[in-house]
């Protein structure tokens, strides 16, 4: 995912199970039947504490879906790569694939 | 590493492949397959575990399976709400918390962080520290309410928390110990006293048990809280001069 790219950011959180499964997997799902380009990473957290330098990737217009914005807000930072504005973050823990899904596909698609 | 998962890759070979800890790059196309490094594999429905083995493989080769991978498990400072008052630097015996050149509180080692331990988050006044793999907010980085902050600021004081400064309790608890030595011999009887002492502040803070029996001796506890003092007087000093 270049800078430039606004894309789609999926965290799969790997190492807990604090999204609820039919949430991580029906987005995972949708994405995966859809005709989107997009990253699907394992953990957030364990890039944010890895100061990984892909996070510095994700562009301005860019989704994350993860889970509470502050969070993932602050997860970013953490690394040292602050989110640019115009990011929208998709949260897994509040919201159901449907309504997550349906802020990603285009519209008709999401059904 | 990332794996590219070009055409109607199924959901289920993604996850399969994010379960191995591989980054999952996935492209629009015709034919549905799975690439590393030019190498290709047909991902058909029903797939999943069988061809995310079959890249695993492919990309150790040789190489022994890794050990079970470090959960991240750590704070995460909101800094809208950080006033750099540096209690939580204070409070974790682990050397999580750091100060950045310019005064600035940090996480810093992440590592040192006891997995499912939230208590720092509990004592900090502004409720900005998070752990986004708690279970619970605002811990976990949901929204901050008024009532979070209002029962925030009741605990911030952990000398109410736990009735005395924590480290003076702890010493306090220490020459009483000593005291109680010299007098009973009842080695039992202090045991109990320090057990429920810590189970207090176990319950209290939300701090494992596997924590509380890792904690340090009072003596090296003491020694941290005052280096850590001492950082934070110098932070804020550093943070009032820029």
């Known amino acids: ?90 949260n897994m823990r509040a919201g159901t694939a449907d309504e997550i899904v349906q802020s990603i596909l285009p519209a008709g698609a999401a059904a | 590493m990332t794996v590219t998962a070009q055409g109607s890759v199924p959901a289920g070979v993604i996850a399969a492949l994010l379960e191995k800890g591989y980054r999952v790059a996935r492209e629009a196309a015709a034919e549905p397959s799975v690439r590393v490094n030019g190498k290709a594999w047909p991902a058909p429905p029903g797939a999943g575990a069988a061809v995310a083995a079959e890249v695993d493989a492919y990309v150790r080769g040789d190489a022994p399976v890794p050990a079970a991978a470090w959960k991240p498990w750590f704070p995460v400072i909101d800094y809208k709400r950080c006033t750099n008052c540096m209690q939580c630097l204070s409070f974790c015996l682990f050397d999580v918390y750091g100060v950045s050149g310019t005064g600035q509180i940090e996480v810093r080692n992440q590592t040192n962080c006891k997995t ?38 009741m605990k911030v ?46 319950k209290a803070l939300g701090v494992p048990a596997e924590v509380l029996a890792s904690l340090p001796s009072v003596e090296e506890i003491q020694a941290k809280a005052e280096a850590a003092r001492q950082r934070a007087e110098e932070a804020r000093k550093l943070a009032g001069q820029s």
């Open chain 2, 116 to 153: 499912d331990c939230p208590a720092c988050s509990r004592v900090c006044p502004e409720v900005a520290i998070m752990f986004p793999k708690y279970r619970h907010g605002p811990i976990n980085g949901d929204a901050v309410s008024a009532d979070d902050v209002r029962r925030e600021a």
């Open chain 1, 1 to 90: 995912m270049a800078r430039q790219n606004p894309g789609i950011l999926y965290c799969y959180c790997k190492f807990a199970r604090i999204i609820p499964n039919e949430v991580k997997t029906g987005v995972l799902e949708r994405l995966a039947g859809s005709d989107l380009d997009f990253d699907a990473v394992p953990d957030l957290c364990e890039m944010s504490a890895r100061k990984d330098p892909r996070l510095a990737e994700v562009a301005p217009g860019s989704k994350v879906i993860a889970c509470y914005p502050r969070a993932v807000q602050g997860l970013f930072h953490s690394a040292g790569h602050p989110l640019p504005a115009g990011v929208e973050i998709l």
């Open chain 2, 157 to 202: 004081d952990i000398s109410a928390l736990l009735g005395g400064d924590i480290y003076s309790l702890l010493r306090d608890r220490s020459e009483k110990a000593k005291s109680r030595f010299s007098k009973e011999r009842d080695d039992e009887r202090a045991l109990k006293e320090r057990q429920n002492c810590l189970v207090t502040m176990g």
